[in-house]
């Protein structure tokens, strides 16, 4: 679904992303591991259009993206979430989810609005799409307050529910799991495995080895900007240059 090869990105020193290769199978529900600093969300900046590479190619389902801004990224059917939500803290949570995602928003989107007589159904339209996604996550219940009151884990759920709306092919979630409460980890964990049922791919960049070993397969590992190892979760997890990654990162 997703060939990446060769992808390098520095920022004026050494490269923080180094000549990565992969192919990401459509279906599947890949990992993105490795210690801080390792490169995984410069990968998912590169992959979503956020940042150019230096060197490398990326082709989606056959055509080539690389250096494609985010919104025409988006609307190729690949969506992403942030390390950490940002919410308009003011605006209520459907609103929120009626927005496009944020840095994905194409020009379409502004010229269905502009048009009119074509703006009342198409916010009639946009509105039951938002409603079904944050039914879906779980969030109807609190659809109408600001989205300032959400908690972390509520706050992903948002987001998730925000890139829903577009109906993506893939999906790169930036650490779905980093700072939410199990309960809600259960939560996002289960919508992951029904999404994932009804076709969608995802790829996903997880510190908690829990959500690691029970969803993704295979898992890919970064370290010091290269791909260390890809392989099931189980063989991953027992590598001897993968635990060494994180040790040397001073973090296992
Ligand atoms: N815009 C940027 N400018 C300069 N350095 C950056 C920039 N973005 C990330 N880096 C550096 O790239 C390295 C990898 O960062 P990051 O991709 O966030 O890692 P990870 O998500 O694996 O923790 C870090 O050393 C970070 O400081
Ligand atoms: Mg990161």
Known sequence: ???????????????????????????????????????????????????????????????????????????LGMARTFQIPRPFPAMT????????????????????????????AEERRVRERALHWLDFVGLTRL?????????????KLLELARVLVAEPRLILLDEPGAGVAPPLLATIMEKIVALNAQGTSFLIIEHNMELVMSLC????VLAQGKLLMEGEPEAVRADRRVVEAYLGAGIA
Request: proline share 8%; glycine share 16%.
């Open 1 to 75: 679904m997703l060939v990446a090869q060769g992808l390098t990105k520095g920022f004026g020193g050494p490269p923080v992303v180094e000549d990565v290769s992969f192919t990401l199978a459509r279906g599947a529900i890949t990992g993105l591991i490795g210690p801080n600093g390792a490169g995984k969300t410069t990968l998912f900046n590169l992959l979503a259009g956020s940042l150019r590479p230096d060197r490398g190619t990326l082709a989606l389902d056959g055509t080539r993206i690389e250096g494609r801004r985010p919104d025409e990224v988006f609307a």
């Open 93 to 120: 949570v459907l609103e929120n989810v009626m927005l496009a995602p944020p840095g994905q928003q194409g020009e379409r989107f502004w010229t269905n609005w502009l048009r009119p007589g074509a703006v009342a």
């Open 143 to 155: 659809a109408q307050e600001p989205a300032r009151v959400l908690s972390g884990g509520q706050r």
């Open 217 to 220: 397969r295979p898992v890919l």
